[in-house]
């Protein structure tokens, strides 16, 4: 028992420290736009795990969910940027973005309450693209959002005085802006990983996965479904709105471009490669989905090296090996890389059960 | 014994069927009370009307004297009217544990915050949760299949969960439909002790739709009859027995 103990908090520091100095390595191995990548590959992770909330938990298969993401990069965007020139300070506007993105969340979940399946995922998908075609003509009559133009010199992340934007001295190691943005980025991705964890494992997780599995039995529990599910979407938008405003701090420039239906997609398929329902799956398939594109871009420079030209443009291989992959993995792991423990469970069980009729079958011819 | 539940009149509609017609009845307390009738007589509709499931085009609800119309089936169980379905409706991939679990959300209150805090009062409470259930399952006789997904358990003991389940939602009446389906006559015969027991240590009053009339003969202290939508009889299992309009109903010779 202690012993366990011990080892779980001896591995539980060696992580920590591994990824405290992974930016540093990765910097000496690959270079300084590759800690950018890490750092995009963390505000993905945490759209993936709010995504998740709602698509994982709750089952509710929601396409259009960047927009939460827009939402809270916009209200970054508006809130501290010479656009209204305001500049209100990070600790304000971030929960300002969050909670907006929030309250679009059951704005925007309300409406769909009655709708299930097939229908919830196409009308999520018209109302993702409703807020981005907001976004991209609330540049008259008057200009909020600037347009298609998207905003741009968008205040940097600023902790306490001290700009994320340029690189600082601590304790004599330089630290770049791509990594300041890596340690921000982490411990509010640890945050939103144990608020997931602990919601899954609560009374409101079970009516969440109630609600997944049979609407009117769960209702008939006494589970008020409608509260339950805006929750869901809100607590998802939340997240959302988090990651959005991240981005917008840290891009100092958005426009209605980066939240298009094919970001929607793509959260969702971070999910569903990763593990549906399962925290370290998601990560694993925000990781995946984000790192891995990234590294495609290098087979333009080996194809010119090798071939003279480039053959393949790395951007459509990119789509054709996500489509293989995504092919791949239904097939093959049809719950994902790193299935939830239910879902594992299932299929041994099922593993079982054919074991055993294969027995009893076995049995009866001989 | 006192009326626990009131229907006064109750007519449900569909397009142009009447699934119900009039039905008035009365439920009292602390008894079991069954409920028979041909296919499609109503007995569902009626179940589903009483647990708010449905809306009755006209006619009235009360239990314990207040109106029940319009409430919603969360609300209605909040009451202390708790179901199971004729087509078992468990949350197929979670655990007959975490199944009975649910049942307890309507009688405990953690949120988010204490979800995401876990305060010394959630802990308390998801202990309390869990030791109930596990009460539950021992109590309908399945807990050594607690850690096992609901779609994996056999056909009676999906049966037996889908009641710890509506149990685990502290109800004054619990409404059973065709809970011995697929049941062989041993499976029926603790079904049949299952529900005594609930009525007679838990209080509860039963109500109970079965197509065994041998069954619901035995186990009923009355029973309603409902035929093409219209209760034709209701009486102690002997009068039940013995009714002409019965007979006919069961045996064709009134088909309309």
Known sequence: ?366 | MADLIRLEQISKNFGGIHALKDVSLQVREGEILGLIGPNGAGKTTLFNILTGLYTPSSGNIEFRHTSMLGMKPHQVLKQGIARTFQNIRLFANMTALENVMVGRHARTHAGVMGAVLRSAATRAEEAAIGVRAHELLEWVGISGHARALAKHLSYGDQRRLEIARALATDPQVLALDEPAAGMNSGERDTLKQLIRRMRDQLGLTVLVIEHDVKLMMSLCERIAVLDFGELIAQGTPEEIRHDPRVIAAYLGGGAK
């Open chain 1, 1 to 366: 028992m202690l012993r366990s103990k011990r080892r779980a908090w001896l591995t539980f520091i060696a992580l920590g420290v591994m990824l405290a100095v992974l930016p540093f390595v990765v910097d000496f191995g690959l270079g300084r736009s590759w800690v950018r990548i890490m750092d995009l590959a963390l505000l993905y992770v945490m759209l993936a795990l709010g995504l998740n909330i709602v698509v994982g938990y709750a089952g509710l298969l929601d396409l259009g969910y960047i927009a939460f993401y827009a939402v809270g990069a916009y209200c970054y965007a508006l809130l501290s940027s010479p656009q209204f020139g305001l500049h209100l300070p990070f600790w304000a506007v971030l929960p300002i973005g969050a909670a907006v993105a929030g309250l679009f969340g059951v704005l925007l979940g309300a409406p769909t309450l009655r709708l299930r399946g097939d229908y919830l995922a196409i009308v999520t998908l018209g109302f993702g693209e409703i807020i981005r075609i907001f976004l991209n003509n609330l540049n008259a009559p008057v200009n909020i959002t600037n347009g298609p133009q998207g905003i741009n010199q968008i205040d940097p992340v600023s902790l306490m005085g001290v700009s994320l934007g340029k690189s600082h001295e601590l304790f004599g190691i330089s630290l770049s802006s791509p990594h300041q943005y890596y340690y921000l980025f982490l411990v509010l991705t640890l945050l939103v990983v144990f608020v997931s964890m602990r919601l899954q494992n609560s009374r409101i997780g079970r009516a969440w996965a109630a609600i997944r599995e049979d609407e009117v039995a769960a209702e008939a529990m006494g589970i008020n479904v409608r509260n339950i599910k805006l929750l869901a979407f809100a607590m998802g938008a939340t997240f959302g709105g988090l990651a959005g405003g991240l981005f917008a701090g840290f891009q100092g420039f958005i426009s209605p471009e980066s939240f298009n239906l094919m970001e929607s997609i793509m959260i969702l398929c971070m999910i569903v490669l990763g593990g549906m329902g399962n925290i370290p799956g998601v990560i694993l398939g925000a990781l995946l989905l984000t790192v891995l594109p990234e590294a495609l871009r290098y087979t333009g420079d080996m194809q010119r090296a090798w071939l003279g030209h480039v053959v393949v443009d790395p951007s459509d291989l990119r789509m054709l090996l996500f489509g293989m992959a995504l092919i791949l993995v239904m097939l093959f792991r049809p719950a994902g890389l790193l299935p939830s423990r239910q879902r594992k469970r299932e299929l041994v069980a099922e593993d079982e059960i054919a074991a055993q009729e294969q027995a009893s079958v076995y049995d009866a011819r001989h």
